[in-house]
């Protein structure tokens, strides 16, 4: 899950208490429209920028949420693990266990292995090692400028109204 805050000390959170209603509906509007723009950004991600689009099962379980509670406004952009567990392996690396893979619903699984058709019941599969392909990460970092000067000049265009 990666997140997008507006938080501070105590002074910061007072002063935004402060300012008018509308300010906050619009930083709200913002945060909304950036929340768009980051799920827009991780799912150009998923669709061969970082990772090869195979059933789009993991763009389809990211879920954008905008929470406004007493620690200011929280962008939450992130995906349901159940659906799509090996969505953190392939945002963060990691290894696998070794393992078996059985046929469930066929008779045979199919592969090939040298150049040749193989058939088996089941296989011993050795484990893996998958590198990194950050995909909510990179596309945070890309617009991280662009959202903090957004919200910067919202903050500014209400302060000056």
Same mark, same amino acid.
């Given at each position: 899950?990666?997140?997008?805050?507006?938080?501070?000390?105590?002074?910061?959170?007072?002063?935004?208490?402060?300012? *008018?209603?509308?300010?906050?509906?619009?930083?709200?509007?913002?945060?909304?429209?950036?929340?768009?723009?980051?799920?827009?950004?991780?799912?150009?991600?998923?669709?061969? &920028?970082?990772?090869? &689009?195979?059933?789009?099962?993991?763009?389809?379980?990211?879920?954008?949420?905008?929470?406004?509670?007493?620690?200011?406004?929280?962008?939450?952009?992130?995906?349901?693990?159940?659906?799509?567990?090996?969505?953190?392996?392939?945002?963060?690396?990691?290894?696998? &266990?070794?393992?078996?893979?059985?046929?469930?619903?066929?008779?045979?699984?199919?592969?090939?292995?040298?150049?040749?058709?193989?058939?088996?019941?089941?296989?011993?599969?050795?484990?893996?090692?998958? *590198?990194?392909?950050?995909?909510?990460?990179?596309?945070?970092?890309?617009?991280? *400028?662009?959202?903090?000067?957004?919200?910067?000049?919202?903050?500014?265009?209400?302060?000056?109204?």
């Amino acid at each position: 899950m990666i997140d997008m805050r507006i938080i501070g000390d105590a002074a910061v959170l007072t002063r935004l208490g402060s300012f *008018p209603e509308r300010l906050q509906r619009r930083l709200s509007g913002v945060m909304t429209r950036l929340g768009v723009d980051l799920g827009d950004a991780v799912a150009e991600n998923l669709s061969g &920028r970082v990772l090869q &689009r195979r059933s789009g099962k993991l763009a389809q379980a990211q879920n954008v949420r905008l929470d406004e509670g007493a620690e200011g406004l929280m962008l939450s952009l992130g995906f349901d693990n159940a659906t799509v567990p090996y969505g953190a392996i392939q945002e963060f690396g990691g290894t696998t &266990r070794a393992h078996l893979i059985a046929a469930k619903q066929a008779k045979a699984l199919a592969f090939s292995l040298g150049g040749q058709l193989v058939f088996a019941k089941r296989v011993n599969h050795p484990g893996s090692r998958i *590198p990194a392909h950050s995909f909510l990460r990179s596309a945070l970092a890309e617009l991280a *400028p662009e959202a903090l000067a957004t919200l910067r000049d919202a903050v500014a265009a209400e302060s000056a109204a």
